[in-house]
């Protein structure tokens, strides 16, 4: 005997998401400190993307004379050097605006491994459970219990440093959140009814985890992305000050920070102004996530 299920049963109302939705981009537009960091944040990707325009000088270019030449605002400035040069004469604005592109591209790409390697265990683990959940879990504790930026430490020493060894290191040392994250969603939409109405009628596990599963983590896995792009920076830079970053062949903040150190006395400006860039960064990128997670929380009004 055929078994007919009633049609809401299967689906969504459409409206409903659409709804939803659309007050919670509302609640994000309207908010003060969302405002501020997706300006901050515009601007960073802005001068990022258009830096072989926008930089005043080459940030590799040296000039001797003009070494630790201060910010235009202090006595000794230079008009042609905004925020200053360093110890070999490099500009500092420049450097800083290349660093950016080094810094998000470096954030957003290892995001994109750790969000791979991550969404597909943790899909895996939630739907399929059994010996596959336990064995994926105690993958994720056991490197949990290791601090990332020491993996990320002995994995760029056996590696040697570079752009793409700190891109595919950063993100396979950060996928272990995304994966308890839609592990735990999967795991209580699996005994809804429409997951259950779909197997009823005979869909494929495959098509229920990408048809009706997966779309229903995406505003879990956008907030932590955003999130998790503000630690890659961080992680980026510390690499980078360490010196066991992306090397010295690109300017990056960690970098700077690094080089300029040592003459903090004589010029204030060569670690501070990059550590400056990734306070407002890091700052920007939080704030955007936390208000998109308050935004998109089903419990605001």
Partial sequence: MAVTLPRDTLAYDASAPATSGS???RRFALNPAALAGTLILLVVVAAALAAPWVAPHDPAKQ??????TPPVWQAGGNAAYPLGTDQVGRDVLSRIIHGARISLLVGVA??????LVGVTLGLVSGFVGGKVDTVIGTIVDVTLSFPQILLALAFVAALGPSLVTIIVVLGLTGWERYTRIVRAEVMALREKEFVEAARAIGVGRLRIIFRHVLPNTVSSIVVLSTLQVAQAILAEAALSFL??????????????????????????????????????TVLAINLVGDRLRDALDPRAT
């Fill in 63 to 68: 000039t001797l004379l003009r070494r630790f």
């Fill in 110 to 115: 290892a995001v994109i491994v750790s969000l």
């Fill in 23 to 25: 007050r919670a981009w």
């Fill in 243 to 280: 010196g066991v970053g992306s090397g010295r062949a690109y300017p990056t903040w960690g970098q700077m920070i690094s080089l300029g150190r040592d003459f903090v006395t004589v010029a204030w400006w060569l670690p501070t102004l990059p550590g400056l860039a990734i306070l407002l």
